[in-house]
């Protein structure tokens, strides 16, 4: 069955970096495009980036472009969120999901069980 499961989250200070890893289990990794969502508190989950089978294509939400990267390792069957210059607002927890490059939660198949990041001002 497909496993992803996140790690790295984690407290820091505002403009500090955090680094996300999704390593998943359970299918062809290298054929599938992955995503990286968020929930805060109170909101709807959003997305954040998504990065295409063979990493040549990305997207990210414009709240995060430029200070967040995505990036994928096929032969460790492992996707990457690099965040850098993190704000108050990029707390929430964080979610990988494979199956899309698109934004829309539907398009989605299967979902890790998330990791926490947490800013302080």
């Known amino acids: 069955q497909v496993q992803l499961v996140e790690s790295g989250g984690g407290s820091v200070r505002a403009g500090g970096s955090l680094r996300l890893s999704c390593a998943a289990s359970?299918?062809?990794?290298?054929?599938?495009?992955m995503g990286w969502f968020r929930q805060a508190p109170g909101k709807e989950r959003e997305f954040v980036a998504s990065i295409s089978w063979g990493g040549r294509s990305t997207d990210y939400a414009d709240s995060v472009k430029g200070r967040f990267t995505i990036s994928r390792d096929n032969a460790k069957n492992t996707v990457y969120l690099q965040m850098n210059s993190l704000e108050p607002e990029d707390t929430a927890v964080y979610y990988c999901?494979?199956?899309?490059?698109?934004?829309?939660?539907?398009?989605?198949?299967?979902w890790g069980q998330g990791t926490q990041v947490t800013v302080s001002s």
């Open positions: 999901a494979t199956g899309s490059i698109l934004r829309v939660l539907s398009a989605y198949d299967y």
């Open positions: 359970g299918l062809t990794f290298s054929t599938y495009a």
